[in-house]
């Protein structure tokens, strides 16, 4: 699990079954500069502990004030504050803006088992909504096909932004974001933090053990399986990137079938023109259809003009960038 992702729901949970009480505080609404985006959280607990933000500091002390008061009263509430140049400034903005937060206690107004549920799917790596009405006090959970709002969800977890659809607020929960790199040459070595350092968890896979070495990546998940076994192991899915770096069709082939054959959202492959047309012509040849193909970002990059491992790193590292914003 990648450092950056939060625990918020998951420490609510465990703060309401360690009978401490617990209320989640999550931004709905922004305007101007606001410190933290749609979907941040904060939990508290009916002991004044939290975990997490929505402001980045300016508003907490009030939100856990007005949070206890919700715990004791078993209601919630959405507060709206306005942060004011200087509060702006001592946390690192240029001007101020105004957001508004939704304060819900655990278990009188959010469900436990609905909670459990969101928690549970998020373990699962499964793509959850929370979707609430703060006027109505209307909530549910999606995880699936046959909701009303179920285009605007679609869209909001490929953009993974939360939000306003109508009188509906959708409080996505994606899972990780991770990367599969097969083939541990220098670029892998570069890649790896680079990845990290965008909140991706990333694994190398390897069946050579001369190149995927500890010693070549201290500290990093290895795997020495033929790619495609690999793959299988590791789980495809839509927050997923592949990339692979060998130039060996023997192993890059393995990994570029698995991964066309998933709905991960990213494959990139090393190699010239000239290779990725041999690799196009073998793909149509084992009855990969053009569209399937075309999926594959080859060479991998963006076109920056790259030069030696570090720099194809960062054009790789900027396309998975691109292809996850903007796709």
């Excluded at 009480?21 to 922004?30: C, D, P, S, Y």
């Excluded at 508290?44 to 949070?67: F, K, N, P, R, Y």
């Excluded at 306003?164 to 790199?181: K, T």
Aim: charged share 25%.
């Amino acid at each position: 699990m990648t450092p950056n992702y939060d625990r918020i729901p998951e420490t609510a949970l465990t703060w309401h079954r360690q009978g401490k009480g617990a209320a989640l505080a999550t931004v709905i609404e922004t305007w101007g500069s606001a410190p933290r985006p749609v979907g941040s959280q904060l939990v508290i607990s009916g002991e004044g502990d939290m975990e997490g933000s929505v402001s980045g500091g300016c508003v907490e002390g009030a939100v856990v004030i007005e949070a206890i008061d919700c715990l004791e009263g078993g209601t919630a509430t959405v507060l709206e504050f306005g942060v004011a140049d200087e509060q702006a400034f001592a946390v690192g903005l240029a001007c101020g803006g105004r957001i508004r937060v939704l304060v819900e206690p655990v278990g009188r107004v959010i469900p436990v088992e609905m909670l459990e549920a969101l928690v549970d799917a998020r373990a699962g790596r499964e793509q959850v909504a929370y979707v609430v009405n703060p006027d109505s006090g209307a909530r549910r959970l999606v995880t699936g096909q046959g909701d009303a709002l179920e285009a605007e969800i679609a869209e909001r977890f490929r953009t993974d932004k939360s939000g306003f659809e109508g009188d509906w607020f959708i409080d996505i929960h994606n899972p990780p974001l991770r990367m599969a790199i097969v083939g541990a040459v220098h670029i892998a070595q570069a890649l790896v933090p680079m990845a990290r350092l965008a909140g991706y968890d990333p694994v190398v896979i390897d069946p050579r053990p001369a190149f995927g070495a500890e010693a070549r990546f201290p500290g990093e998940t290895l795997m020495e399986d033929w790619p495609d076994e690999a793959l299988a192991a590791y789980g495809l899915d839509p927050r997923t990137a592949v990339v692979t770096l060998t130039h060996d069709p023997k192993l890059d082939d393995p990994a570029i079938r698995a991964a066309l054959a998933s709905d991960c959202f990213y494959l990139g492959c090393l190699g010239s023109t000239r290779t990725h047309a041999k690799r196009v012509e073998r793909l149509t040849e084992a009855g990969f259809s053009a569209d399937q193909i075309a999926r594959i970002h080859g060479p991998v990059g963006l076109d920056i003009g790259a030069q030696g491992p570090a720099e194809i790193a960062i054009s790789i590292m900027a396309e998975i960038t691109s292809r996850l914003r903007k796709a």
